[in-house]
């Protein structure tokens, strides 16, 4: 059966709420189309499952605020009508049934018969049409022409020494952050007089503090304050992920959309940690720089392997093959591996590592749930086409992992919500 929303979706097999909602004269609206003086017909609570409002309260304008802040996409209210937006061009059948193709066709290694891809699709082809993200051609020459297997040297070590490359070192900055992490005994002022050194990672910490990441009712201005509130290991990890992505932000543009990668894993970051905090993992920040630093591999490989890197894309599109795949087959090793490689090299914490060297098979991870929530992420990611890191192709679920996850796929809407509104406050740090 099809139906329409309101932001002008056609949806196949609507969701359980949307037909209880209809049947008893109330309606599910986007909190993008509330209006000020409306009455909730069931209370709002958030992923946590603390209450925001309750059933039978009028909303008001700080409500709507709220329900954005905590990632509400949608509220059941009393005798709400539906909302149809027939301005927006992309109500246009045709266009949906495009985009249901195109997708389609990005998903060819997953079964999309299995719940939690079924629903990943679901969305994938609303968010995609609301945002009018389409599926974009990458210009790659597909020649057809077979490209042999390159050196397979699996001794990452070794690839490097042959062509005479030096990794980066990790910044200074970070350096003492790892080291604060690692130290239980690490005071608020400790951490707070590491972060200020850099006035930029200031800048950045005390952004994302005071945005919808964490929700705090007031301003902080300092980091300390900041520290005291959210936490020293929190605080520290965030830091560490952030001052070493800023390792590679002045790229050339020829060698990688340096931008779209950054969207790409910040985004994977979000979803990552609002997964943790749904399943109730502690360190939550662990996961979003895990999320944060899932491809810092194919960085590498873009910076300093370039040709291979290019063969390998081309490769992957040659097959119809995934990218990881075909850098296996033709370097060796693929880029969670080199991403490890680089991560051990800088000592940073093993649980961090594996999340990375695992997120394509997390089954395999000796911790598979923070893994798995970290390949959850990366295929969500991937399937909303937020940003890129270089794969055409959505990767497959791991089924076992995520049989071990135990979790619904009727919890991915609100989760990607509230990942996709923390991303919308957080986007310009990638321009700072
Ligand atoms: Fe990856
Ligand atoms: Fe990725």
């Not at 409002?53 to 700080?62: H, M, P, R, V």
């Not at 040659?318 to 051990?344: F, I, P, S, T």
């Not at 890191?389 to 609100?414: H, M, Q, R, V």
Request: charged fraction near 20%; hydrophobic fraction near 40%.
């Amino acid at each position: 059966m099809e139906r329409s929303m309101g932001f002008g979706l056609r949806l196949v097999e609507p969701t359980q709420s949307l037909r209880l909602g209809e049947d008893n004269g109330m309606m599910v609206v986007p909190t993008d189309n509330i209006k000020s003086g409306q009455v909730l017909a069931e209370e709002v609570r958030d992923i946590s499952g603390r209450l925001l409002l309750s059933k039978g309260q009028t909303i008001e304008a700080n409500h709507i605020r709220i329900f954005k802040i905590w990632g509400i996409s949608e509220v059941n209210l009393v005798g709400a009508e539906r909302q149809e937006d027939t301005s927006d061009p992309l109500m246009d059948p045709a266009m949906i049934e495009q985009t249901k193709k195109s997708v389609k066709a990005l998903f060819c290694h997953m079964d999309l018969e299995h719940p939690a891809v079924k629903e990943i699709y679901r969305i994938a082809v609303q968010f995609r049409c609301k945002h009018n993200i389409i599926v974009e051609n990458d210009n790659l020459p597909v020649d057809n022409q077979s490209i042999p297997r390159h050196d397979r040297e699996k001794d990452f070590p070794q690839k490097l020494k042959k062509k005479n490359i030096i990794l980066p070192e990790l910044p200074s900055v970070a350096f003492e952050l790892k080291k604060v992490i690692e130290n239980p005994m690490s005071s608020a002022e400790h951490i707070a007089q590491v972060v200020s050194r850099s006035p930029s990672l200031t800048a950045v910490v005390l952004k994302i503090v005071n945005s919808s990441f964490y929700g705090l009712p007031s301003k902080i201005s300092t980091v300390s304050h900041a520290v005291s509130l959210i936490g020293t290991q929190e605080i520290s990890v965030l830091a560490l992920g952030i001052s070493i992505l800023s390792i590679f932000k002045n790229l050339p543009k020829e060698t990688i959309d340096m931008h779209s990668f950054l969207r790409h894993s910040l985004v994977c970051g979000l979803l990552s940690r609002v997964f943790a905090a749904h399943k109730n993992v502690p360190q939550t920040e662990q996961l979003f720089v895990s999320g944060l630093l899932h491809d810092l591999g194919r960085l590498i490989l873009y910076i300093y392997f370039p040709d291979e890197s290019r063969n390998v894309l081309v490769r992957s599109r040659n097959h119809n093959n995934l990218l990881y795949k075909e850098e296996k087959d033709y370097l060796g090793c693929d880029h969670a591996q080199l991403g490890v490689q680089l991560m051990k090299q800088w000592k940073l914490p093993l649980i961090l590592r594996n999340n990375v060297l695992y997120h394509h098979k997390p089954s395999e991870a000796p911790q598979s749930v923070p893994a798995t929530i970290v390949h959850l992420a990366d295929i969500i990611v991937n399937s909303l086409g937020i940003g890129s890191s270089g794969e055409k192709f959505i990767p497959p679920l791991d089924c076992n992992a995520w049989e071990n996850l135990e979790l619904s796929p009727s919890s991915f809407e609100t989760i990607i919500g509230q990942a996709t509104h923390q991303f919308q406050a957080l986007e310009s740090i990638l321009h700072t």
